[in-house]
């Protein structure tokens, strides 16, 4: 479309995009007469009575495109600086350690420890020049364009807010992998110059459309694909950049308009209450956001384990988990007996093999309650490894004659983020089935008369607390069998003796009568008479 322009000279036929930059630039004053036949149709008008030369002329936006042509990127060099030079620091000896111990995104580190200044440091940290030099060419080229557009306060609160929300992203999808680098605060700030270009096309001279909108967007879908045939790159904080970017940018209004003044200060207000609100909820309750893996044993125990704890051994000489950072471990385990426990008999034993391993053992927190219907107890203790204060969050359970376990120990300066953890572990915690007893009803449903089947899965439903299913599987063997007959009923008075179930006072006697002289019988009898003879004192 081209635009007829009356001049000292003449008629000057112009295109549109030439008459735009020269209103912009104030070339064409109000009194031009100008013929444009969408708006004016065969005659001449002055240019001052065209809503189009209103909205081009504006003195705000005159300024605007003087800036955007003519503005220096004073915060985007001082951005390329800081990383230069921070680059150039890790190059002491020691330095490049410390910034990997210190300022790396690694979830362990921000949830389990609290420092979630990691969140935001990793976005400036690089340790290879290549890696450098790559992520500064892209900084330097999008956020140049951006600070001309969009001002520079807001070129430094899209950067940050992009870095935040690819280290949130990169730390939840991929919590065992440490990443640095700016790469995703460069791809917030190129998927910000592709929304500054979609939305603000009528506000940006024609010079600096090439830098926005459709023009870029492929300097943001290449790399972005690159990235997915990489293992080496933290895919998920780029993609967070983007997000954050892109968000910033749709709510942000260019700087230097009256009209966008208190939009952009409500949300560059938000976006930096909402972050710190995010560093300090995290700071807070870290370990209850930390991702958590469900294991289940042999013998039934069900126990979600931190996402990333690799195996080890815990100084209770038990297999357990152990944190990245060295300073926790979570440990699941089942002890069987001979003889069914009581809680306190269990949980006396778990302080006897503290004590093996610590000194100055002090019980801080005793509560009864129960998991999945079984009695349980949870235990804190305090004591001292080599004289490092530690904590003990314990959960015992005791299912007939096992003993599950599962604990959560630390350095005391952990004390709240460890109990944290343990709290959602001991959640997770359930009380299933073990493999041996599964099988051995698996067995008896394939052969229901067989005496040696019956028995196996009365000895398995005795050992695990089934004292009911364990008699009418002994009684079912004794019934079938003429094998061992002894050994049977000694097991009946011994199930007895456990629990206080299984045959009347008569069935007791009456085993012990058939079998006087098998010492199995006799010493299964004695203890089965002593627990009935409690039982009555009990009543009494």
């Known amino acids: 479309m081209s635009i007829e322009v009356q001049g000292p000279e003449g008629v000057e036929r112009l295109p549109f995009d030439e008459f735009e930059r020269r209103v912009r630039q104030g070339e064409i004053p109000a009194e031009t007469l100008v013929r444009m036949e969408v708006l004016t149709g065969e005659d001449f008008r002055p240019v001052g009575s065209l809503e189009l030369f209103q909205t081009l002329a504006d003195p705000e936006h005159l300024a605007y495109a003087r800036r955007v042509g003519a503005a220096a990127p004073l915060v985007t060099a001082a951005l390329v600086g800081l990383q230069i030079r921070i680059y150039l620091s890790s190059k002491v000896l020691g330095v490049a350690d410390w910034m990997v111990d210190t300022c790396t995104n690694w979830a362990p580190a921000v949830l389990e420890a609290g420092e979630v200044h990691r969140l935001l440091t990793y976005g400036v940290l690089h340790l290879s020049l290549t890696h450098l030099a790559l992520n500064m060419l892209f900084l330097a080229y999008a956020g140049s364009s951006i600070e001309r557009a969009m001002g520079r306060v807001n070129l430094v609160t899209i950067f940050i807010f992009s870095v935040f929300v690819g280290g949130l992203l990169s730390m939840w999808m991929s919590p065992g992998r440490p990443s640095l680098g700016a790469s995703g605060g460069d791809f917030g700030l190129i998927a910000a110059a592709v929304v500054i270009g979609w939305k603000h096309e009528d506000q940006l001279p024609a010079f600096a459309r090439k830098y926005f909108g459709w023009a870029i967007l492929p300097y943001l879908v290449y790399p972005l694909c690159l990235g997915l045939l990489s293992t080496t790159v933290d895919n998920w904080g780029h993609l967070g950049g983007l997000i954050g970017g892109a968000a910033m940018a749709t709510w942000l209004q260019p700087e230097g308009f009256e009209r966008y003044r208190r939009g952009n200060r409500i949300t560059r207000g938000v976006a930096v209450a909402l972050g710190l609100l995010s560093l300090g909820a995290i700071a807070a309750w870290g370990p209850r956001l930390v991702q958590l893996d469900e294991r289940t044993s042999a013998t039934g125990l069900t126990v979600s384990v931190p996402t990333g704890w690799h195996a080890g051994w815990a100084f209770t000489e038990d297999r357990g988990w152990t944190s990245p950072l060295q300073d926790g471990t979570v440990v699941a385990t089942t002890k069987v007996h001979r003889k069914p426990l009581s809680t306190e008999q269990a949980v006396e034993g778990l302080i006897a093999q503290v004590r093996a391993g610590g000194t100055e053992v002090d019980r801080t927190d005793d509560i009864e309650l129960e998991v999945d219907g079984w009695p349980a107890r949870r235990v804190q203790l305090r004591f001292e490894i080599s004289g490092e204060p530690q904590v003990f969050d314990a959960l015992v359970v005791v299912v007939g004659t096992a003993v599950h376990r599962v604990h959560v120990h630390g350095s005391a300066d952990r004390t709240r983020r460890l109990h944290?953890?343990?709290?959602?572990v001991f959640e997770g915690v359930q009380i299933g089935d073990p493999e041996s007893l599964l099988a051995a009803r698996h067995k008896l449903d394939r052969n229901p008369r067989s005496w040696k089947?019956?028995?196996?899965?009365?000895?398995?439903?005795?050992?695990?607390?089934?004292?009911?299913?364990?008699?009418?599987?002994?009684r079912r063997a004794l019934r079938d069998t003429t094998e061992d007959e002894a050994a049977i009923a000694a097991a009946i008075l011994d199930l007895y003796a456990d629990y206080g179930r299984g045959p009347d006072e008569a069935r007791i006697d009456e085993l012990i009568g058939a079998y006087p002289e098998d010492p199995r019988v006799v010493l299964a009898g004695h203890a089965a008479r002593e627990r009935l003879q409690a039982q009555r004192e009990q009543t009494q």
């Open 420 to 424: 944290q953890i343990a709290e959602r």
């Open 453 to 474: 089947a019956n028995l196996q899965v009365a000895e398995e439903e005795a050992k695990f607390g089934h004292p009911d299913a364990a008699w009418e599987g002994y």
